[in-house]
């Protein structure tokens, strides 16, 4: 960094600052641990500005406070020009703290206490020898700066001067994209605020994709796959159908990759300033605007098998009509108690209670009407195994994919997955669209 640090002393009665600021230069690899930083003597008792007259704001700022015994204690006060919304505060070893917002710290309290002064856009903490023992014990105080809330970033708004175009854009249609070439394999793409682009092909998997206008699948399409290793909707929409017209096709989102992939990282907006400070690891959807899936609902969400379906078979009947589709995917329940019997299936053609799978079934699934007799007459039992459709729910992301075919209702504005944690546990399969 190689910057300066200004320290002023101020009075604590009047607020005022007392004549005279050292300037405390900046020592270079001169440390054990950390080799680099300011070195500067503190008068206990005392109250200090300090400034880094270079820059405007620091992002992150650690504090090594050395031989303050009880009953002595120091305030630093750092001003800053951006408006942050709160500040991380971690005192040594101890859990995160959240600066006050109403009232400086008494002397009395533990090291780290501090004092966020919304209006006056400052920060200041207490360094203090409460409960220390050794004259030469080290505490260690890390400020770290947030610009959003603690619930997230809002919505960020449009620019004033940008409208919505009046034309549909085309995936497929090189000349409506910058340069005139289509988007490759492995590249970013950002969808800007003023486009409706309709996905009309199936893209190559990208990297980053980011949406900040609209991105909607072709319902004339049967089957497309969306793939990326990573997707942040700011601002913009990603749709598939919508609450008028559901979609009757196959959109398939898929997260790529591996925790070494292309991980969402605060950027800067179109204005040029880094407002959206919400950053993600690899294969994430992030949604800061809104994803509207809107599928065909099913009119038959889980049927018993009409007949045995034996290990190996690639096809089984159901005891009534079904309006799955090709494609869709279902699951047949355990026969008997062991849970791992149950397995999912795709299926490659259906015809009314006729269901054909594209793999072979690894379990026998029993399915068929018992006769009992009881007091001489027959009592007809079903038990037939259940076989439910699993097309209608979206697949949860850690799997890579998020997949959408029916029912799904739409996420409304700032309302983004990881505000509500949503991560399965291995040989989980399925989520409801109910985020």
Known sequence: MGLPLLLTHVDQVTGAHVPGTSSIPYRDNMWHDPSDGWAVPLVVGSFYDAAF???????????????????????????HVTDWAYWKVWAGGGPLKIPSVKSLPGSGASTGSSYHDVQNRSLTVLLSGLDETEPAAVQVIRLKPEECPRIGCPVPPPPVSAEKEP????????????????????????????WNLKLDIEPPVLELLDIRGSLFFDDSRPSTVLAAAAIRIFGGELAA??????????????????????????????????????????????????????????????????????????????????????????????????????EVVELSAVSGRHLTFTTPLKHTH??????????????????????????????????????VKQGCREIPINDWLQRNHYHSKPGSRTLPCTW
Not at 56 to 78: I, K, M, N, Q
Not at 386 to 391: E, G, K, R, Y
């Open 366 to 403: 029993f399915g068929a009407p018992a006769a009992a007799a009881t007091g001489g007459s027959a009592v007809v039992v079903e038990v037939g195994e259940t076989c439910v459709s699993v097309t209608r729910e979206c697949r949860p992301l850690s799997f890579g994919v998020l997949s």
């Open 241 to 342: 159908g919508s609450p008028t017209r559901p979609f009757p096709g196959r959109a398939t989102i898929r997260l790529v990759g591996d925790r070494t992939s292309s991980s969402i990282d605060p950027v800067p907006d179109d204005s040029g300033r880094s407002s959206d400070r919400v950053s993600g690891g690899p294969k994430v959807l992030l949604v800061l605007g809104k994803l509207s899936l809107h599928g065909v609902p099913s009119l038959v969400s889980w049927a018993r098998l009409g007949a045995t379906a034996a290990a190996g078979s690639s096809s089984a009947v159901m005891s009534e009509d079904v309006d799955w589709v090709p494609g869709d995917e279902v699951v047949l329940a355990a026969r008997g108690h062991n849970p791992d019997e149950a």
């Open 167 to 194: 034309f549909i854009r085309l995936w497929s249609n090189a000349t409506q994209w910058p340069g005139g070439t289509l988007p490759e394999a492995g590249g970013d793409v950002k969808v800007p605020f003023p």
């Open 53 to 79: 007259p270079n820059m405007a704001d620091f992002t992150s700022v650690t504090l090594e406070a050395t031989g303050l015994l009880p009953g002595e204690h120091a305030y630093v006060r750092f001003k």
